[in-house]
């Protein structure tokens, strides 16, 4: 089994800054690709940063410059560092991850089980 275990999320106000980690466990041969996703009340699931393999990162348009995605693959973790915070980016922050299971190969889509963020003053 893997398990994405995500943390960092919590209360912050309008231009302030929150740095989101996220961790995989288990069986890993390897991860390909390593992203975030957001659900604020009441919508549908987005993608705010996706990163693959290699490095390269994507960022939709409304949060392309305020966003930065990285990852340590020695250590399995991704990261999301959101700056100038708006209160539209208030929602519940997934991460997600396409891994390779150690011992048989197996690809499969693995989901954290989530930590809000809450931008408010």
């Known amino acids: 089994q893997v398990q994405l275990v995500e943390s960092g999320g919590g209360l912050v106000q309008p231009g302030g800054s929150l740095r989101l980690s996220c961790a995989a466990s288990g069986s890993i041969r390897s991860i390909n690709t390593m992203g975030w996703y957001r659900q604020a009340p009441g919508k549908a699931r987005e993608l705010v940063a996706i990163?693959?393999?290699?490095?390269?990162?994507n960022y939709p348009p409304s949060v392309k410059g305020r966003f930065t995605i990285s990852r340590d693959n020695a250590k399995n973790i991704a990261y999301l560092q959101m700056d100038s915070l708006k209160p539209e980016d208030t929602a519940v922050y997934y991460c997600?991850?396409?891994?390779?299971?150690?011992?048989?190969?197996?690809?499969?889509?693995?989901w954290g089980q989530g930590t809000l963020v809450t931008v408010s003053s």
């Open positions: 990163i693959a393999g290699g490095g390269t990162p």
């Open positions: 997600n991850a396409g891994v390779y299971e150690g011992s048989t190969w197996r690809y499969l889509e693995v």
